[in-house]
């Protein structure tokens, strides 16, 4: 839209002084608040985006990354014209006449349509490429856990080894892919590990397997329950420990499992 | 006398209405919020030497004899008696004593039919000593965990043995009358002060069936749910 598209309003007097060119600083100051936000994100996303231990996780980060990239020019586009509106248009009385009319623009409808429709192709090619890397296949030496949730409790089963494991922990081999059967023993939770790069529901009766992860970084993780449970949900929880595949044997060993 | 438009009369009407509305909305709020803000009183370990204490708690079907003076249906519901907030001194052998005057429910959760973190991996059920329990005899659990912020992680499961279905009732509590208890007993070690909280495992709520086995008692400080802080003394 440009100035030219608006008609003066009728019966009003004439301008004495020519009027600013409002829709060039608008964009001059969108632009420049874009790239200052834009700028902001990039310096403080690593503070902000939790350490990842896996690829997964580390896609999970890079595509909020560059989401928020994409979307601080789609906020500052809203802030800056509101922002601006309210400023510079601001009068002390009340308006008695009616509003500008806006006439419609092709040009300016089929731009907003394309810009926005290719902006919403490019997340939806994203996403599905994001999907066919987290489906893909699991390799034959995947280790297997099986989650069961329970209020107010995550107990972890590794049918290859024959164990459970006796506490709060979760216990995974670096560099080895995992994957997950998650399912629930009464209501609704939600089985998740940040640093994993894993989400999904544990539903009732049913079995849920999430994507293959291979753990990267050995550390100190945590899982939590993402879907409100009930009394104590949010001591729901479980510590995971990413250690060497040697650790994870004796660790295996000394809960009762077999090598 | 003075006549009033049906517009006057109908915004009485619906002024009274709203208002009992409004006071009824009240006394169910506060009522909830007393259920939920429920602080049973603390019991402390017994100590039995510097490094050594005993707690001793009972779990009954019903709650005669700790919640006696409560309504439907929390009167009907298991309990653990006399409360389930427990205090035990830090950096301690803690043997605890429960003797269990329910019957089974059995467990939905396999998990919680073995003996976990206890001294010596077991329990001693009328003082025979056990690692696992078949899920069909089970009626509770004693499941202490950690909350995400202890610094010292804790862990302590064991499975209560409930008493038969059919057993004769020869003990007189509070003027109810319950079966002979099974007395489960374990040790566990405790590190330094700090809080954490312990639930019964085994749907033992309402129905006593999933999914509404985890609702009523299984879900109300007080019943089935509780803490243990550990604390200097």
Redesign the interface.
């Known amino acids: 839209m440009s100035e030219t598209d608006i008609d003066p309003i009728i019966g009003s007097p004439a301008p004495e002084s020519k009027e600013p060119r409002h829709l060039r600083r608008v964009l001059i100051l969108w632009a420049v608040f874009s790239v200052i936000g834009i700028a902001v994100w990039l310096a403080v996303a690593r503070f902000i985006l939790p350490p990842a231990a896996t690829d997964l996780d580390n896609s999970d980060n890079f595509t909020l990354l560059v989401f928020t990239v994409l979307a601080v020019p789609v906020a500052m586009f809203v802030w800056v014209f509101l922002g601006y509106s309210l400023i510079v248009f601001r009068v002390k009385e009340r308006p008695i006449a009616d509003g500008i009319p806006l006439k419609p623009t092709p040009l300016l409808q089929i731009g907003w349509l394309s810009i926005t429709g290719i902006l919403c192709l490019f997340l939806v090619i994203w996403g599905l490429f994001g999907f066919y890397q987290e489906t893909s296949a699991a390799p034959s030496n995947a280790l297997v856990v099986q989650v069961?949730g329970?209020?107010?409790?995550w107990?972890f089963?590794y049918p290859q080894y024959g164990v459970?494991s006796?506490?709060?922990v979760l216990e995974l081999p670096v560099n080895r892919p995992v994957i997950f059967n998650v399912t629930s023993?009464?209501?609704l939770h939600g089985f998740a590990i940040r640093a994993l790069g894993v989400r999904v529901d544990a539903n009732?009766g049913e079995v849920t397997t999430t994507p293959v992860v291979t753990p990267t970084r050995t550390g100190s993780y945590?899982v939590?329950c993402v879907e409100l449970c009930?009394?104590?949900h949010?001591?729901m929880?479980s510590?995971v420990n990413v250690v060497s595949e040697s650790s994870f044997s004796s660790w295996v060993v000394s809960q009762g499992g077999h090598v | 006398m003075k006549q009033h438009s049906s517009g006057f009369v109908i915004g009485i009407i619906g002024s009274i209405i709203l208002g009992f509305g409004v006071v009824a909305g009240s006394w169910f709020g506060l009522r909830s919020m007393w259920g939920v803000g429920y602080e049973p009183g603390i019991l402390s370990a017994t100590k039995t030497g510097s490094n050594s204490a005993t707690l001793s708690v009972s779990t009954f079907p019903d709650s005669h004899v700790c919640h006696a003076n409560v309504g439907e249906p929390q009167i009907d519901w298991v309990t653990y008696c006399p409360t389930t907030s427990f205090k035990v001194p830090a950096n301690s052998v803690i043997t605890i004593v429960i003797n269990n005057y329910d019957s089974a429910t059995p467990i939905?959760?396999d998990?919680f039919r073995?003996v976990?973190?206890t001294i010596g991996g077991d329990e001693l059920v009328n003082n025979k000593p056990v690692r696992a329990v078949n899920a069909e005899d089970i009626s509770h659990t004693f499941?202490l965990?950690?909350?995400?912020d202890s610094p010292h992680?804790l862990?302590v499961s064991v499975p209560l043995v409930g008493v038969p279905d059919d057993a004769p009732t020869p003990v007189n509590i509070a003027g109810q009358s319950y079966p002979q208890p099974n007395t489960i007993s374990f040790q566990f070690r405790t590190g330094p002060p700090g809080t954490y909280?312990w639930?019964c495992?085994d749907?033992c709520g309402n129905d006593r069936e999933?999914?509404y086995g985890?609702s009523g008692p299984?879900?109300?400080?007080g019943y089935m749910?509780g803490t243990l802080t550990v604390a200097n003394y």
């Open positions: 069961t329970q209020q107010w409790l107990t089963y459970s006796q506490g709060q023993k009464d209501v009732p945590t939590v009930g009394l104590y949010s001591y929880w510590a | 939905i959760n998990y073995q976990y973190g499941t965990q950690s909350t995400p992680p862990f909280v639930h495992y749907p999933p999914p985890f299984m879900s109300t400080t749910a």
